[in-house]
T-cell receptor
Framework: KNQVEQSPQSLIILEGKNCTLQ??????????LRWYKQDTGRGPVSLTI?????NTKSNGRYTATLDADTKQSSLHITASQLSDSASYIC??????????????FGTGTKLQVIP | DTGVSQDPRHKITKRGQNVTFRCDPI?????LYWYRQTLGQGPEFLTY????????KSRLLSDRFSAERPKGSFSTLEIQRTEQGDSAMYLC????????????FGPGTRLTVT
């Protein structure tokens, strides 16, 4: 069964500090990996999308890395701001024709940035 | 605001009642997805449309759930004979057919079944 595991489950950091969130997946073959930010009570918003051939992708203070060999991805947030407080969800799509049902969402990392 | 809208934003209903949610996509987006999300979990796929055709439906989806996208624009999700276990956030997302896998999510409809 395809799985996406995220760690840590939750994280509290001081404003201005950096942090790194992890995503490990078992999906194979692999097509693409996405990171989303979800504010409480709102829909997810796309941060980065990486295909299997990409190693890194940046979006402002967010940088995602991908190691397709070890099936690991990380999301690094630089100089955190209070508005970064949200859940961050990793989503992995398979490379076969199994249909959309095989797209797997992680359960998210809940980040709280405190002043 | 991603450009995808959902209505209503909140719905409280009694067990056994029927409810219907609406999603209005970004106009040029061909694909439309429905997800369900419970607290502390990631979104769970329910169904998706390409234009007006419903191409996939989750095997976990009860017969009480039905979705339509009659003209390939807005979509509705209906839940009949609601149960307390249906309480969740229902998310709609849309995507261009060749949009590099980028989905745009709406704000969701929070359903509470009492």
């Amino acid at each position: 069964k395809n799985q996406v595991e995220q760690s840590p489950q939750s994280l509290i950091i001081l404003e201005g500090k950096n942090c790194t969130l992890q995503c490990n997946y078992t999906v194979s073959p692999f097509s693409n990996l996405r990171w989303y930010k979800q504010d409480t009570g709102r829909g997810p918003v796309s941060l980065t999308i990486m295909t299997f051939s990409e190693n890194t992708k940046s979006n402002g203070r967010y940088t995602a890395t991908l190691d397709a060999d070890t099936k690991q991805s990380s999301l690094h947030i630089t100089a955190s701001q209070l508005s970064d407080s949200a859940s961050y969800i990793c989503v992995v799509s398979p490379g076969d024709s199994g249909g959309y049902q095989k797209v797997t969402f992680g359960t998210g990392t809940k980040l709280q940035v405190i002043p | 605001d991603t450009g995808v809208s959902q209505d209503p934003r909140h719905k409280i209903t009694k067990r056994g009642q029927n409810v219907t949610f609406r999603c209005d996509p970004i106009s040029e987006h061909n694909r439309l997805y429905w997800y369900r999300q419970t607290l502390g979990q990631g979104p769970e796929f329910l169904t998706y449309f390409q234009n007006e055709a419903q191409l996939e439906k989750s095997r976990l989806l009860s017969d009480r759930f039905s979705a339509e996208r009659p003209k390939g624009s807005f979509s509705t999700l209906e839940i009949q004979r609601t149960e307390q276990g249906d309480s969740a956030m229902y998310l709609c997302a849309t995507e261009k057919l060749q949009g590099a896998y980028e989905q745009y999510f709406g704000p969701g409809t929070r359903l509470t079944v009492t």
